[in-house]
């Protein structure tokens, strides 16, 4: 019985993980940002350079961060719950290190 808890945990925290993901990657399709969606499962590598780069403040106290973690190139900007509140705050540009939309279109 404990083994299916576990199966159903696991698949819960899954489906929540995408579910962040989606969110993410739907706002900067939206807002025409360009970005580089990384799938951490299918390379040891980029889940190392990850885990490697979010500042150590950042990190839970146990275990390894989840995903989504957002970089702007090699700058970590912070995960799904920094973002959501970015978002909520509308700051989420400043949050990913980009100038605002109006700006940009304002100028020539």
Same mark, same amino acid.
């Given at each position: 019985?404990?083994?299916?808890?576990?199966? $159903?945990?696991?698949?819960?925290? $899954?489906?929540? #993980?995408?579910?962040?993901?989606?969110?993410?990657?739907? %706002?900067?399709? $939206? @807002?025409?940002?360009? &970005?580089?969606?990384?799938? #951490?499962?299918?390379?040891?590598?980029?889940?190392?350079?990850?885990?490697? +780069? #979010?500042?150590? =403040?950042?990190?839970?106290?146990?275990? @390894?961060?989840?995903?989504?973690?957002? %970089? +702007?190139?090699?700058?970590?900007?912070?995960?799904?719950?920094?973002? &959501?509140?970015?978002?909520?705050? @509308?700051?989420? &540009?400043?949050?990913?290190?980009?100038?605002?939309?109006? $700006?940009?279109?304002? =100028?020539?």
């Amino acid at each position: 019985m404990s083994a299916l808890q576990d199966l $159903a945990g696991s698949s819960l925290g $899954a489906q929540t #993980i995408k579910k962040k993901q989606q969110d993410v990657v739907r %706002f900067l399709e $939206a @807002n025409k940002i360009e &970005f580089e969606e990384v799938d #951490i499962t299918m390379s040891e590598e980029q889940r190392q350079w990850m885990y490697k +780069n #979010i500042p150590p =403040e950042k990190k839970p106290a146990q275990g @390894n961060p989840l995903p989504p973690q957002i %970089f +702007n190139d090699d700058q970590y900007c912070g995960d799904y719950d920094s973002f &959501f509140e970015s978002k909520e705050s @509308n700051t989420v &540009f400043s949050f990913l290190g980009l100038k605002s939309q109006l $700006a940009s279109k304002a =100028e020539p």
